[in-house]
């Protein structure tokens, strides 16, 4: 299996929940690190979210007028309105 890098930016209170299921997540053999917990959710949110269940996220919200998410095409601005 391949892996591409990732980063991301998150605020002081979500780093804080990740490090709590870190040591929730750890055992005397092993310590979970962040990457670990953002990798499990990750997969868990994208296989809920591809089965249809759960919330889905407010980002991912679109109107009729905004079309389908198309990974090449832009957002559009509000200043395009």
Do not use: N
């Not at 930016?9 to 040591?23: E, F, K, P, Q, Y």
């Not at 929730?24 to 310590?31: C, L």
């Not at 499990?40 to 079309?67: D, M, Q, V, W």
């Amino acid at each position: 299996m391949s892996t591409i890098h990732v980063s991301v930016r998150l605020d002081d209170g979500t780093m804080a929940r990740v490090d709590a299921l870190a040591v929730q997540a750890s055992t005397e053999w092993r310590t979970a690190t962040r990457s670990d917990i953002l990798r499990a959710l990750i997969h868990t949110a994208l296989e809920l979210y591809e089965r249809g269940e759960g919330p889905r996220p407010p980002s991912f919200s679109r109107t009729p007028e905004e079309g389908p998410p198309h990974p090449g095409r832009k957002r559009a601005s509000k200043l395009d309105r």
